[in-house]
């Protein structure tokens, strides 16, 4: 019990969940002796791959408001004022894809996503700016609201939770979630160190094709030939193939540069897969294939781990700090809600959405025209009736129309 209570201590302490200072990335080297910028472990190919696929597709999603009546029957709130900044276009510059992206970005990179709630003239919320989480201060006043402050055309804000849209990352307490790119800055440092050896090797390494050798000692001049006969005749791809002439006991070697003897391209591949782990996206969905199935379950697998173990969180996330801090009492008692379509993913995959509608028709809980609708087709007569199948009914009603 002792020593769960002095790693329970250690980590409220040193990686304090309500402080965000506890996760900031100190100034020292990685164990890799690198430092783990963000602008370092971004630029690596793998990290820029995970955060672009989650960001990306969440910022595909549709962002919907729904309304549920007293009857428990839901709709789309389209006239809610809530619905235009969710769903079309959240402020005048950025439309709902680009702001979604963006904040996604911020979530997996730093821990947390801000935007500014900017207010009409009478008090509305009007827009939602998008903030830098890297320029960010937070603090907890004696009054128990949080206070924000940031710098915008070098001028400082300050405002409160009332006007600033704040969605924490994993971990997160009451100032913020936790920093992947501090977190997991060994990983990042260690890639990095991997990437940087790997490019010195062929920017300053010697690599010659083979060597051209005799026991005889040669003159300046007759090395100066000898180059520049290689040069001539057998360098370049048109002279791939040509048959070398030696005389006076010269010996041509060929040189292989093996990269696997060096464990090179291990160690990048196993940096690929800790980043991979990191931000828990499948390698095979970031090109990177060497140990993954070929076969299509295997492959379908795993993007639909992705979809229920990585993306649903953190649309969770997104959805439930929306509606805490965007939504009114009186919203919340009219059945306002905030939810992101995950159907939308279905959109590129023609057969998975027909199945999907398929099942939707053949058990009733859709009609022809709410499925024509989704297809962006016009309606039929007669399409908003619910069917159903009816080859399923009981043994003792069999028949029951030919009885006398």
């Given at each position: 019990m002792n020593i769960l209570k002095k790693a329970a201590s250690y980590f409220t302490r040193e990686l304090s969940v309500v402080d965000p200072d506890g996760w900031r990335d100190p100034q020292t080297p990685t164990r890799a002796g690198m430092d783990a910028t963000p602008s370092a472990s971004l630029g690596l190919s793998a990290t820029w791959a995970c955060v672009n696929l989650i960001a990306g597709t969440i910022g595909s999603l549709p962002c919907m408001v729904y309304r549920t009546d007293k009857t428990g029957v839901r709709t789309v709130a389209k006239d809610h004022w809530l619905y235009s900044l969710m769903h079309n276009s959240p402020n005048f510059d950025q439309t709902a894809v680009d702001y979604w992206e963006f904040m996604s970005a911020s979530i997996e990179l730093h821990g947390d996503g801000y935007a500014e709630k900017v207010r009409g003239a009478e008090g509305?919320?009007?827009?939602?700016?998008?903030?830098?989480?890297?320029?960010?201060?937070?603090?907890?006043?004696?009054?128990?609201?949080?206070?924000?402050?940031?710098?915008?055309?070098?001028?400082?804000?300050?405002?409160?939770?009332?006007?600033?849209?704040?969605?924490?990352?994993?971990?997160?307490?009451?100032?913020?979630?936790?920093?992947?790119?501090?977190?997991?800055?060994?990983v990042f440092g260690a890639a990095i160190a991997t990437d940087e050896a790997s490019s010195q090797m062929f920017a300053k390494g010697a690599l010659p094709s083979g060597v051209l050798s005799t026991d005889k000692?040669?003159?300046?001049?007759?090395?100066?030939?000898?180059?520049?006969?290689?040069?001539?005749?057998?360098?370049?791809?048109?002279?791939a193939g040509?048959?070398?002439?030696?005389?006076?006991?010269?010996?041509?070697?060929?040189?292989?540069?093996?990269?696997?003897?060096?464990?090179?391209?291990?160690?990048?591949?196993?940096?690929?897969?800790?980043?991979?782990?990191?931000?828990?996206?499948?390698?095979?969905?970031?090109?990177?294939?060497?140990?993954?199935t070929s076969f299509g379950t295997g492959i379908e697998a795993q993007t639909l781990r992705f979809q229920k173990f990585t993306l649903r969180r953190r649309l969770k996330r997104i959805e439930q700090a929306c509606e805490k801090q965007l939504l009114s009492p009186a919203d919340r008692a009219a059945g306002i809600t905030i939810e992101f379509n995950i159907e939308g993913l279905l959109r590129g995959d023609s057969k998975a959405r027909a199945d999907f509608y398929r099942e939707a028709l053949t058990n009733g809980w859709m009609s022809v025209n709410e499925v024509r609708t989704l297809e962006n087709l016009p309606p039929v007569e007669g399409g908003n009736v619910n069917r159903v199948q009816m080859q399923n009914v009981p043994l003792i009603e069999a028949g029951a129309e030919d009885q006398p």
């Open positions: 509305a919320i009007v827009a939602l700016e998008p903030l830098r989480p890297d320029t960010m201060g937070k603090r907890r006043l004696d009054n128990g609201d949080i206070e924000y402050r940031w710098t915008h055309d070098g001028r400082q804000r300050v405002e409160t939770q009332d006007n600033v849209l704040h969605i924490r990352g994993p971990f997160g307490g009451p100032l913020g979630g936790a920093s992947t790119l501090a977190v997991c800055r060994n000692p040669l003159t300046a001049e007759q090395r100066k030939t000898l180059e520049a006969l290689l040069q001539e005749k057998f360098v370049g791809a048109q002279n040509r048959p070398m002439l030696l005389d006076n006991a010269l010996n041509w070697q060929q040189i292989t540069l093996n990269p696997e003897d060096a464990q090179m391209l291990e160690t990048r591949q196993f940096g690929v897969e800790e980043i991979c782990r990191v931000f828990g996206v499948p390698p095979h969905m970031v090109g990177q294939t060497a140990k993954s």
